[in-house]
């Protein structure tokens, strides 16, 4: 059974940076046809990709917030983590994680439920 | 403003069929497949279509998806009132980034 499930701040000041955990099971980081990626929802607003990684270590991000992202894996703990510097209040979002399976085409199969961060003063 | 660009809203009444599409341009519809995303209110998003038309396991025939050129449709027929929900189209562009519809809020009447 595959999940996946973010973790971190439910709030976070303008200014600081947001530390998000995806930790996954059911599946291996190290599988060569699965990547993770991270994608946000603002309250009311449609979805915006962010950034996305492969068991390669092969990373891609959002050419718009390119420079505040950051993403990584820790394979044996099952975890994949994005960093965003410099959060503004526009920031405000549900973050969620998902499986992105590359059988040919690409495709995210399983979300997480999704946590909303708030960033506020 | 989103890349791929689908209607606000679609309505229908049970039984009918409604179409929802998804336009975009050569460098992401044109050159890559299309997915569909259905989110039921508070939930997060689930796959309901991939590589354009292919349904996973689980989801209804009733759920159908087509390609044409730069723009993708989604099809429901046979429209239920659990078909109420907000769906987006998604689809891979070739400046390394992928790319979503704003999302299209179905409402059955």
């Known amino acids: 059974q595959v999940t996946l499930k973010e973790s971190g701040p439910v709030l976070v000041k303008p200014t600081e940076t947001l530390t998000l955990t995806c930790t996954v099971s059911g599946f291996s980081l190290s599988n060569a046809r699965m990547g993770v990626s991270w994608i946000r929802q603002p309250p009311g607003k449609a979805l915006e990709w962010l950034a996305h990684i492969f068991s390669n270590d092969e990373k891609s991000y959002s050419t718009s917030l390119k420079s505040r992202l950051t993403i990584s894996k820790d394979t044996s703990k099952s975890q994949v983590v994005l960093t965003m510097t410099n959060m503004d209040p526009v920031d405000t979002a549900t973050y969620y994680c998902?499986?992105?399976?590359?059988?040919?085409?690409?495709?995210?199969?399983?979300w997480g439920q999704g946590t909303l961060v708030t960033v506020s003063s | 403003q989103s890349v791929l660009t689908q209607p606000p809203s679609a309505s229908g009444t049970p039984g009918q069929r409604v179409t929802i599409s998804c336009s975009g341009s050569s460098s992401n519809i044109g050159s890559n497949t299309v997915n569909w995303y259905q989110q039921l209110p508070g939930t997060a998003p689930k796959l309901l279509i991939y590589s354009n038309n292919q349904r996973p396991s689980g989801v209804p025939d009733r759920f159908s998806g087509s390609k044409s050129g730069t723009s993708a449709s989604l099809a429901i027929s046979g429209l239920q009132s659990e078909d109420e929900a907000d769906y987006y189209c998604?689809?891979?562009?070739?400046?390394?980034?992928?790319?979503f519809g704003g999302g299209t809020k179905l409402t059955v009447l």
């Open positions: 998604a689809a891979w562009d070739d400046s390394l980034r992928w790319v």
């Open positions: 998902a499986r992105l399976y590359c059988g040919g085409d690409c495709y995210w199969d399983y």
